[in-house]
T-cell receptor, first 115, second 114 residues
Framework: NAGVTQTPKFRILKIGQSMTLQCTQD?????MYWYRQDPGMGLKLIYY???????DKGEVPNGYNVSRSTTEDFPLRLELAAPSQTSVYFC??????????????FGSGTQLSVL | AQSVTQPDIHITVSEGASLELRCNYS??????LFWYVQSPGQGLQLLLK??????LVQGIKGFEAEFKRSQSSFNLRKPSVHWSDAAEYFC????????????FGTGTRLKVLA
C-alpha cells in the first residue's frame, strides 16, 4: 500500500540547473497537487491537476511546470533553478477533490536546496 | 482574501498537560476546516475536519477541535499530551475557485517536555 510516492527525498541543485520532482500515486486518485513548504510560511499551492491531461496554476506557479499524462503520475519540473526555490516540496492527492467526504494524502516530501 | 492564521509559531508543554492550538480563519461563508499534523520527515496527516453540524469534532489520536463561528476560530485541543504528539500542526480551510483548494496556516510547532 504505497500511497503517494515522491522521489528524490533530497537534492542539491546549482543555480540555473533543471530537474524534475517525481510524484506517483497508486490509489486511482483524480486530483493531484504540488505544494511547497517554507519555514514560517505554511504550504503554498504551486500547481494542481483534476485529471489526466488537465492542469492549472496555484498560488505560486512561477518557475515551475507540470504535466499529467497519466492518472498515476504528476511530475513537477523546475527550469533554471533559483535560490528562491529552495524549499520542501510535497505532492498530494485525493479522489474527488470534494473536501467533505475525503482527505488529502501526502507524500513524504522532497527537500531541495539551490546553491 | 481567504486566510488562515495560527498565532503561535512554537508551543511547549509538559507531557500529560493539556494542549490548545489556536486557529482563526477569514472567509465569507462557513468554510470547511481541517487540522493536519506533520511528524518530522513525513507528509501531512489529517487529524480531523469540520463541515457542518456539531461544532465539536473528534479526531484521531485523542484530538478534538471546536468551531466557533462568532470568533472565526477552530482551535485544536487535547486533554493530555503524549511525547509522541511532538510535531508541527497545520490548520487549513478550503475555498472554491473552479475546484476546491486548501489554504494552510503557517503551522504551530509543538514541543513536549518529558
Amino acid at each position: 500500500n504505497a500511497g503517494v510516492t515522491q522521489t528524490p527525498k533530497f537534492r542539491i541543485l546549482k543555480i540555473g540547473q533543471s530537474m524534475t520532482l517525481q510524484c506517483t500515486q497508486d490509489m486511482n486518485h483524480n486530483y493531484m497537487y504540488w505544494y511547497r513548504q517554507d519555514p514560517g510560511m505554511g504550504l503554498k499551492l504551486i500547481y494542481y491537476s483534476v485529471g489526466a491531461g488537465i492542469t492549472d496554476k496555484g498560488e505560486v506557479p512561477n518557475g515551475y511546470n507540470v504535466s499529467r499524462s497519466t492518472t498515476e503520475d504528476f511530475p513537477l519540473r523546475l527550469e533554471l533553478a533559483a535560490p528562491s526555490q529552495t524549499s520542501v516540496y510535497f505532492c498530494a492527492s485525493s479522489y474527488s477533490g470534494t473536501p467533505w467526504d475525503e482527505k488529502l494524502f501526502f507524500g513524504s516530501g522532497t527537500q531541495l536546496s539551490v546553491l | 482574501a481567504q486566510s488562515v492564521t495560527q498565532p503561535d509559531i512554537h508551543i511547549t508543554v509538559s507531557e500529560g498537560a493539556s494542549l490548545e492550538l489556536r486557529c482563526n480563519y477569514s472567509y465569507g461563508a462557513t468554510p470547511y476546516l481541517f487540522w493536519y499534523v506533520q511528524s518530522p520527515g513525513q507528509g501531512l496527516q489529517l487529524l480531523l475536519k469540520y463541515f457542518s453540524g456539531d461544532t465539536l469534532v473528534q479526531g484521531i489520536k485523542g484530538f478534538e477541535a471546536e468551531f466557533k463561528r462568532s470568533q472565526s476560530s477552530f482551535n485544536l485541543r487535547k486533554p493530555s499530551v503524549h511525547w509522541s504528539d511532538a510535531a508541527e500542526y497545520f490548520c487549513a480551510c478550503t475555498v472554491y475557485s473552479g475546484t476546491y483548494k486548501y489554504i494552510f496556516g503557517t503551522g504551530t510547532r509543538l514541543k513536549v517536555l518529558a
